[in-house]
């Protein structure tokens, strides 16, 4: 079958350098569709999908919205044209891979293009601004987008330049070449699961038992953009289970921390989706902070466990986890499907045991009493005896998920 990727620039500041990507992948037997997202100016090519289609599948004329002066509305307008035509293009089978060159308009546009399709579509951002101290999240989103420095500005065609656009190109082609359409089909029935460091021997235990019974499990790491990837793909359907058994991103997220959701729906999709869920409050009584000396001093006085040279982890107070366990219990009380919530009386996470750094027994119960408190009566609730990472609280948990999934089955 031939292959197809779409090129996404905006032709009035990068035309030649976009024409030249071009040249490279055909070179390498892959059909390229070119799709102009610029504003201004004057494009290099008419042989593309023109900007004032993409402006109009932007919900506003591409002079209507030049008119208002306002650059960051046109940006709007293209970005949501992007993701519309290209959404479309790789739902009819048109495409089968995205890339993109651009500073940092032809960049945000492409991006927003490329978050559209789902994970695992070959997609590349070549990009001048995919450097310094920013973060590149408003960027990536939770999709597996690769973005490539290219060390100098798109501005001509020279020997740095055309070495990073032919590298750009070998890197798309290599991709959609490679691409097996049915390795995005699960090999057993497909369940989220999520864990993090802290929690990791019980999550492989999980995973584990569950792959043996013939399960397919896919782990979230909850750093912030795992947990709401894991939302996302929930939402897209293609998981039949949730087994979260790490919630740290809610409680990282109340106090600001490093690894706090990116967005306030963590622990929502599956409840709205009506998938079976068992849950457990794996990590959810600490926050993610920087290097021991970058601490404030109230996180120096909270008790805090030096994860790494760059990483400290900070207990909540117990205050601040009576509102995490009350925001908790308010999503899973909106749950449309069959939920069941353990807690591990033990500890929530590896430097949470008797002994450790984090143990702190009466946090824990001001959590567990404000979760119980707020909780519907009709969810069940399990406390064990147990760590969470022990096998005397993962294979109960386990056995009880299996339980849900061969009822809903």
Not at 93 to 105: E, F, L, S, T
Not at 264 to 287: E, F, H, I, K, W
Not at 292 to 306: A, C, G, I, Q, V
Not at 340 to 356: A, N, Q, W
Request: glycine share 12%.
């Amino acid at each position: 079958m031939e292959r197809t990727v779409l090129l996404i620039a905006t032709f009035d500041t990068k035309g030649q350098e976009a024409l030249y990507l071009k040249q490279c992948i055909e070179a390498q037997g892959i059909r390229v569709l070119v799709m102009d997202a610029g504003i201004l100016g004057s494009p290099h090519t008419q042989e593309c999908i023109l900007r004032e289609e993409v402006a109009r599948q932007g919900g506003m004329s591409l002079d209507e919205a030049v008119s208002t002066g306002d650059k960051r509305l046109c940006t709007e307008v293209m970005c949501k044209g992007c993701e519309r035509i290209t959404r479309e293009l790789y739902d009819e089978g048109k495409i089968q891979g995205v890339i993109g060159i651009g500073g940092a308009q032809g960049t945000e546009i492409a991006c927003a293009a490329m978050r559209a399709l789902p994970v695992g579509v070959p997609r590349l951002m070549a990009s001048t601004v995919a450097n310094g101290p920013h973060q590149f999240g408003f960027y990536m989103g939770t999709k597996d987008l690769t973005i490539m420095h290219t060390v100098s500005d798109m501005q001509g065609l020279n020997f740095l330049t055309k070495r990073i656009l032919e590298n750009s190109a070998g890197a798309i082609c290599g991709m959609v070449k490679s691409l097996r359409p049915e390795a995005m089909k699960p090999q057993g029935i497909p369940v989220a699961m999520s864990m993090l460091g802290t929690t990791t021997p019980g999550a492989l235990r999980a995973k584990g038992i569950l792959e043996s019974h013939g399960y397919e499990v896919v782990a979230f790491h909850q750093n912030g953009t795992g947990g709401i990837a894991m939302e996302d793909m929930i939402r897209e359907g293609v998981f039949q289970g949730v087994l979260d058994l790490n919630l740290h991103e809610i409680g990282d997220r109340y106090v600001g921390g490093l690894h706090g959701a990116i967005r306030g729906d963590r622990l929502t999709a599956g409840g709205d989706m009506g998938l079976p869920q068992v849950v457990a409050p794996g990590s959810g009584n600490y926050t993610v902070q920087g290097a021991p000396e970058t601490l404030s001093e109230d996180m120096k006085r909270r008790k805090h466990f030096n994860y790494n040279p760059h990483l400290t982890l900070v207990r909540l107070r117990p205050a601040e986890l009576v509102d995490v366990g009350k925001e908790i219990a308010g999503k899973l009380n909106r749950a449309r499907g069959p939920v069941k919530v353990f807690i591990p009386l033990k500890g929530f996470s590896f430097p949470d045991r008797e002994g450790l750094p984090h143990w702190e027994p009466e946090g824990n119960q001001a959590f567990i009493d404000a979760l119980k408190k707020h909780l519907n009566p009709a969810i069940p609730l399990f406390e064990l005896d147990a760590h969470i990472n022990d096998p005397d609280f993962i294979d109960p948990v386990i056995e009880a998920f299996m339980a849900m999934m061969a009822k809903k089955s």
